[in-house]
C-alpha cells in the first residue's frame, strides 16, 4: 500500500479505505479476514509515516481536503473497529501495537494539514473539517493546533459566505469541549455571534448541550447564548442531567452580573433540578465539594428555606 501523490488517486484511496474500516468497525467483516483488514492498514499508517510526515524539510506532505480527512476517519474507524472485536481467537485484532501506530499515523495527518497555511480555506468544506476534528481527536501531539487551523478556517469561512449547518457545528462544539480546548474556537464563535448566526444554531443544540451553552456564554461574556435556550431550562427539563453537570454549572456561573441577572430564573431552575435529585435520590456520585456548592447555591436562593429543607431530608448529604 503507498498514498497516491495526486490529489484525486489520493481522494478516491482514502475513501475507499474509510468504507473498508467502517464495514470492518461494524462488524460485518469475517473473523477469519480481520488479519487482512489489519495488514492493509499497517501498511496505510506506514505509508502514513512515510509520506505524511512533514518534519523533514523534503517532504512532499499531500494536501487534498478530501484525502486528509478520509483517511483520518479511516485510521480512526479502524482502531475503534479494533477495540469492538470481541473475538477472543481473533490474534490480528490483538496486537497491542497497533493502537499507538494507529495514534502515530494520526499525528502524521495532523502535521500534514498543519504543514500548510490556512490561506485557502474555500477548499475545505465544513464536513470535511469536522470529520478531520473528530477523527484525529485522540491524538496528544498537535491536537490545540488542529482545533485552532480549524477554528481560522471555519472563521474565514463566515467571512466568505460558506454557511454550517447546526448538526456539524454541535459536533465540533461537543468534540472541543470534551477535550477541554473550547477556547481554541473563540475566535469563530465571536464571528457566528457577531453575524446573528450563533443564536440561530442555538436552537440545534439539545438538552444535554446546556453546561456546553453555559461554558460558551461565559466564554464570548453572552448571557444571551443561553438565555437563546432559556425556555427549555426549565426545573423538570434540567433533571435528566446528572447532579455533577448541573452543580459543575453553578461553580462555572459568572459571580458578577454584567447582564447575568437576564438569566436568574435558569440559575433557580438549575438550584432546584440538582436538589430534587438530591431528595429523590438520584444524585449519583457526588463529592463533598459539589454538596457544600449545592448548599451554599440553596442557600441564596429565594426559596431557599424550602430547597434547604429539602436537601436537609436527603440522604445524600449523609453519605458524602
Not at 484525486?8 to 460485518?28: E, Y
Not at 440559575?267 to 449545592?294: E, H, N, P, T
Request: net charge negative; glycine share 6%; hydrophobic share 45%.
Amino acid at each position: 500500500v503507498w498514498l497516491p501523490s495526486e490529489g484525486a488517486i489520493f481522494s478516491s484511496f482514502a475513501q475507499t479505505a474509510a468504507w473498508l474500516a467502517s464495514i470492518f468497525c461494524m462488524g460485518h467483516v469475517a473473523a477469519p479476514h480481520h488479519k487482512h483488514v489489519v495488514q492493509a492498514f499497517q501498511e496505510i499508517m506506514t505509508s502514513c509515516r512515510e509520506g505524511l510526515d512533514v518534519r523533514g524539510a523534503d517532504s512532499k506532505a499531500l494536501y487534498d481536503p478530501e484525502g486528509l480527512c478520509r483517511l483520518a476517519q479511516a485510521i480512526s474507524l479502524f482502531l475503534q473497529g479494533l477495540q469492538a472485536c470481541t473475538d477472543s481467537s481473533c490474534a490480528a485484532c490483538r496486537d497491542a501495537s497497533l493502537q499507538s501506530r494507529g495514534i502515530a499515523a494520526l499525528e502524521c495527518v495532523a502535521r500534514g494539514f498543519l504543514a500548510h497555511p490556512a490561506n485557502e480555506p474555500m477548499s475545505w468544506s465544513p464536513e470535511q473539517l469536522t470529520i478531520l476534528a473528530d477523527a484525529c481527536s485522540d491524538i496528544d501531539v498537535e491536537l490545540q493546533a488542529l482545533f485552532e487551523r480549524v477554528a481560522k478556517i471555519a472563521e474565514q469561512h463566515m467571512d466568505s459566505g460558506v454557511s454550517w449547518d447546526s448538526e456539524l457545528l454541535w459536533v465540533l462544539l461537543r468534540l472541543v469541549d470534551f477535550k477541554r480546548l473550547l477556547p481554541t474556537l473563540e475566535g469563530f464563535l465571536q464571528t457566528l455571534n457577531a453575524k446573528g448566526a450563533l443564536l440561530r444554531h442555538v436552537l440545534g443544540a439539545s438538552l444535554r448541550d446546556v453546561p456546553l451553552l453555559l461554558s460558551i456564554s461565559v466564554l464570548l461574556n453572552s448571557p444571551s447564548v443561553l438565555l437563546a435556550f432559556s425556555g427549555r431550562c426549565t426545573e423538570e427539563h434540567l433533571q435528566e442531567l446528572s447532579v455533577g453537570a448541573l452543580v459543575a454549572m453553578l461553580q462555572s456561573w459568572p459571580t458578577d452580573d454584567d447582564g447575568w441577572d437576564m438569566l436568574s430564573e435558569v440559575r433557580a431552575s438549575i438550584v432546584a433540578a440538582a436538589v430534587r435529585q438530591m431528595g429523590s435520590g438520584c444524585y449519583g456520585d457526588v463529592s463533598f465539594s459539589d454538596a457544600y456548592a449545592l448548599l451554599q447555591a440553596a442557600s441564596e436562593m429565594d426559596r431557599a428555606q424550602t430547597l434547604l429543607r429539602e436537601l436537609g431530608s436527603s440522604c445524600a448529604l449523609l453519605v458524602v
